[in-house]
């Protein structure tokens, strides 16, 4: 039993004397996992066909005498020089078909099958080699599938796609039918005048945009679970592939998430409100495994090297973010990477042994973290549970994502992000649901900005209220279905009922807020909209309804019609949580987060992370935890 702490060990980086240091300090940091072979695929096969695993059978040799387990990753995400030269046709191309060239990484399209029989290749040989060599953990397949080449626009991209559409719809009535090529004579009359979305001189089909997003996403999916086959046929040990579940929505993790063993997620710190944005990243990952524990795979200990202007972390910010992922589910704190490079790309980001080497902050921190964690082993397994959800969709956000639409200023991401923030700032832990999943189990839920709401969706939520739910929806909601086609007869076609509400037309506003009777402000958004047996809560200074609370069989609905400011949404959040019965775990000051994991045999644990500069204190129903400023307290809270 012990909580897994490590991060990405790239030794084909350095000479040979630095791995025995490595193994050192590594254990004098508490690692007892790294992830290797990431990026080793030229080392691994340095011409096509001719393989070089002596150098890395003595990482791995190493790392079993050391005690320190490995997670084994597939190298497909980086294929070598080789490769390019040999077959450029399987080189990316980009949205306005340019061929990229190599001298990067992830240069290759998701659609090749040259590709794909390559890196099953190189693939097969680490599954065969290395089933059974006792170092052996967990399988990395691939390494953070899309970030760079999720869309490829190729050729083969645009055949396989064709065969993808032919599977969804069966024939070209459905295509055009689901497509609505009836505009702007846009009828297909064979498969072979279906491509991938290059540019057109003018606005795109949205249903064609839509499906290739879909189409690129399963193809990503597809790749996974070539691999998986071949790992499989060696090996029984658990696979995962690192999601990106802050920051990148081009995979439909929902689908993806289904496939893996384990689910396991990077996450970095971006935005205004990093630590609002790590707790989101942790939640999903956690949502996305149905509350099992879920791997950190890879965070930073200071700096990253993508961002413009790469802020280093403050004494001890460090150690919350690693916490507070922990708090939230995650049973393995990972960093990328192990030694900060010296060359090539990513020599600006931080690593667990820094340029500076080990008199520093931050190796000082490493081990301090490692300790901690040592000491917390008795949670490893424990779960978080929450009882409230929001929900999340890629279809709604790629459909959003196309140009026209009533306000280019509503971003579905900003709208999610508000919202999440509210919960957080109310201290409500949250999940993440897909519009389609099992909701029974949550009091409260929270649908931000969901356009793009499918028939199913639609029925799955209106019974979720019917059977007693709560529901916070924002505008723009239940507009489209899962073909982006408008539900008639006024807005929010698919949940009007549930909401109790009619919208003639919307106003999306201009450069102007919009004055609340209750003294707040809407923003970027109002309609028309008329209770058809809503009860009114709060107005536009004419009269309009703004937010208006519906009974619809056992459950409540609550619609807002503009995006008010974060005061006001959190009085209307406190009043949702209200209906629903929903509480935090504990009170705490705001910047004060506390999160409970507990066992199914009633032990259980506060986790409280202070982002403040002020001491605080945590009072839950039966004791008074006293957080330092900047410090995590883990509270016992069984006897
Ligand atoms: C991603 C990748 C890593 C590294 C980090 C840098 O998460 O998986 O290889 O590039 O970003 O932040």
Same mark, same amino acid.
């Given at each position: 039993m012990a909580i897994v702490y490590g991060g990405d060990y790239?030794?084909?980086?350095?000479?040979?004397?630095?791995w025995a240091e490595d193994m050192r300090l590594m254990r004098e940091a508490g690692v007892n996992r790294v992830s290797v072979g990431i990026f080793s695929w030229a080392q691994l096969e340095p011409e096509e066909g001719r393989y070089e695993f002596a150098w890395f059978d003595e990482v791995l040799d190493l790392l079993a005498a050391n005690g320190i387990e490995a997670c084994l990753a597939t190298p497909t995400a980086s294929p070598p020089p080789w490769f390019a030269a040999t077959y450029p046709e399987a080189g990316m191309v980009d949205d306005e078909g340019r061929q990229l060239t190599h001298g990067s990484r992830q240069g290759f399209d998701p659609s090749s099958d040259v590709y794909l029989v390559k890196a099953l290749a190189i693939t097969e040989q680490l599954a065969r080699r290395y089933a059974d060599h006792p170092a052996l953990a967990l399988w990395h397949v691939h390494n953070e599938y899309g970030c760079h080449n999720a869309r490829s626009y190729s050729g083969a991209a645009t055949a396989k796609f064709r065969v993808w559409l032919r599977e969804r719809y069966g024939d070209l009535d459905g295509l055009n039918d689901a497509w609505g090529t009836a505009f702007w004579s846009?009828?297909?009359?064979?498969?072979?005048?279906?491509?991938?979305?290059?540019?057109?001189?003018?606005i795109p089909n949205p249903g064609q945009v839509l499906d290739w997003k879909r189409y690129s996403s399963n193809r990503l999916v597809r790749n996974y679970l070539a691999e998986a086959e071949v790992i499989r046929k060696y090996s029984d040990k658990p696979l995962t592939t690192n999601f990106m579940t802050g920051s990148h929505?081009?995979?439909d993790l929902w689908e993806f998430s289904e496939v893996v063993d384990v689910v396991s997620t990077d996450h970095y710190l971006v935005g205004e409100d990093p630590h609002v944005n790590l707790a989101f990243a942790a939640d999903y990952a956690r949502s996305l495994g149905a509350g099992k524990p879920w791997i950190l795979m890879e965070h930073s200990t200071s700096a990253v090297n993508w961002q413009g202007r790469n802020r280093a972390k403050a004494p001890r910010e460090m150690l919350r973010n690693s916490l507070a992922h922990f708090a939230r589910g995650a049973d393995a704190v990972m960093f990328f990477q192990w030694r900060a490079s010296k060359q090539g790309a990513e020599k600006w980001h931080s690593g667990m042994v820094p340029h500076a080497g080990t008199d520093s902050k931050i190796w000082r921190e490493v081990c301090e973290l490692g300790a901690r964690l040592g000491d917390l082993?008795?949670?490893?397994?424990s779960r978080v549970s929450a009882d409230t959800a929001i929900l999340w969709d890629f279809p709604n956000r790629w459909a959003q994502e196309h140009e026209a639409r009533p306000t280019t200023d509503l971003d579905p991401q900003a709208v999610f992000n508000d919202y999440y923030a509210a919960l957080w700032r109310a201290g409500i832990t949250t999940d993440v649901a897909e519009p389609e999943g099992d909701l029974t189990g949550y009091k409260l839920v929270v649908v931000p900005a969901l356009y793009l709401l499918s028939h199913k969706g639609a029925a799955n939520l209106r019974r979720y209220v019917e059977g007693g739910g709560t529901v916070l929806v924002t505008p723009y909601s239940g507009i489209a279905d899962e073909t982006d086609t408008v539900y008639l007869g $006024?807005? &929010?076609?698919?949940?009007r009922d549930v909401l109790g509400v009619r919208t003639e037309e919307f106003y999306p506003l201009v450069d102007a807020t919009v004055a609340l009777a209750s003294g707040g402000t809407g923003t970027l958004w109002s309609e028309a909209a008329e209770s058809t047996g809503a009860e009114v809560r709060d107005t536009y200074?004419? $009269?309009? &309804?703004a937010w208006l609370v519906n009974r619809f069989g056992e459950g409540t609905a609550h619609y807002l019609t503009t995006f008010p400011d974060a005061a006001t949404l959190d009085r209307i959040v406190a009043a949702a949580a209200g209906d629903a019965g929903v509480a935090p775990v504990a009170e705490a000051p705001t910047g004060v987060e506390v999160v409970r994991r507990a066992h199914e045999d009633g032990r259980s644990w506060l986790i409280c992370v202070n982002h403040t500069e002020a001491d605080a204190k945590v009072k839950s129903a039966d004791a008074v935890v006293e957080v330092p400023a900047g410090e995590v307290v883990v509270h016992r809270e069984h006897a």
């Open positions: 790239n030794p084909e980086q350095w000479p040979r004397e630095t846009q009828a297909y009359s064979s498969w072979d005048q279906v491509y991938a979305p290059l540019p057109t001189p003018t929505a081009d995979i082993a008795e949670l490893e397994g $006024g807005y &929010p076609g698919a949940i200074a004419d $009269g309009t &309804p």
